[in-house]
């Protein structure tokens, strides 16, 4: 395991790309999700708790809102994954300077650590 070749550096920036297109589609969805429940939920009885039909607007906000602000810093973790790329020690982990390896990278854009470093924090 060495330092990335061009071509695994250029297959990162187009696996990184693809993966923030997604993030972004994700996140824009899920707000989409997000103020359809703000606008049902001003639409709505106050009293949703004791809602026969199941569960309560709130809960589905609640919902919404974890995997929205899980969508948000899963796209940031991926734009500082394709700022980093262009560095020279892209490929090297934060904690000991070992590389990271191009499979880890593939499976994990954002990840800065080696499997070894990341196993420590276990």
């Known amino acids: 395991m060495g ?4 071509e695994q550096r250029a297959a990162l920036r187009r696996h990184v790309a693809d993966e923030q297109a997604r993030a972004a589609e994700r996140v824009a ?17 106050r ?3 004791h809602d026969p039909e199941g569960s309560t607007i709130a809960y589905e906000r609640a919902q919404v809102g974890t ?4 969508a ?11 700022q ?3 560095e020279p020690d892209a490929d090297r982990c934060d904690a000991c300077g070992a590389p990271i390896g191009f499979e880890r990278l593939l499976a994990r854009p954002s990840v800065t650590t080696c499997v070894h470093c ?5």
Not at 3 to 6: D, F, M, P, V, W
Not at 67 to 70: I, P, W
Not at 118 to 122: D, E, G, P, Q, S
């Open 47 to 49: 009293d949703d708790e």
């Open 67 to 70: 995997l929205l602000d899980d």
């Open 72 to 82: 948000r810093a899963q796209q940031a973790a991926l734009d500082r994954a394709a």
């Open 118 to 122: 990341a196993r420590a924090r276990l």
């Open 84 to 86: 980093r790329l262009p």
């Open 29 to 45: 969805a899920l707000q989409r999700q997000w103020d359809d429940l703000v606008i049902a939920s001003a639409e709505s009885v």
């Open 3 to 6: 330092e990335l070749t061009e």
